[in-house]
């Protein structure tokens, strides 16, 4: 089963970038989907950004045209760049990994993003 590690979190004023990394165990171009989800305290995890085998990506209507998911197949990793953040946008943030169509997902430990002043 693929594991997957997120980094790039960090502290970052509102208005700011920042760029998750989320490295795979193996090649992605095997992988079916990965995506970043996230979660604040007190809430349910929420979906962000997905991209697909085909290089096809989906977004959350909160992040749409501020979050940005990509791929590198040489490094295995994918990308989120966030931009325009806000203080709501604190959370942990998720990487995760379906290998097929219907397979479970694996998920990584998760890397924490605040957004403040």
């Known amino acids: 089963q693929v594991q997957v590690v997120e980094s790039g979190g960090g502290l970052v004023q509102p208005g700011g970038s920042l760029r998750l990394s989320c490295a795979a165990s193996?090649?992605?171009?095997?992988?079916?989907?990965m995506g970043w989800y996230r979660q604040a305290p007190g809430k349910l995890r929420e979906f962000l950004a997905v991209?697909?085998?085909?290089?096809?990506?989906d977004y959350a209507d909160s992040v749409k045209g501020r979050f940005l998911i990509s791929r590198d197949t040489t490094k295995n990793t994918v990308y989120l760049q966030m931009n325009s953040l806000k203080p709501e946008d604190t959370a942990v943030y998720y990487c995760?990994?379906?290998?097929?169509?219907?397979?479970?997902?694996?998920w990584g430990q998760g890397t924490q993003v605040t957004v403040s002043s």
């Open positions: 193996k090649s992605i171009a095997s992988i079916y989907a």
């Open positions: 991209i697909i085998d085909d290089g096809s990506t």
């Open positions: 995760n990994a379906r290998e097929r169509i219907g397979a479970p997902r694996s």
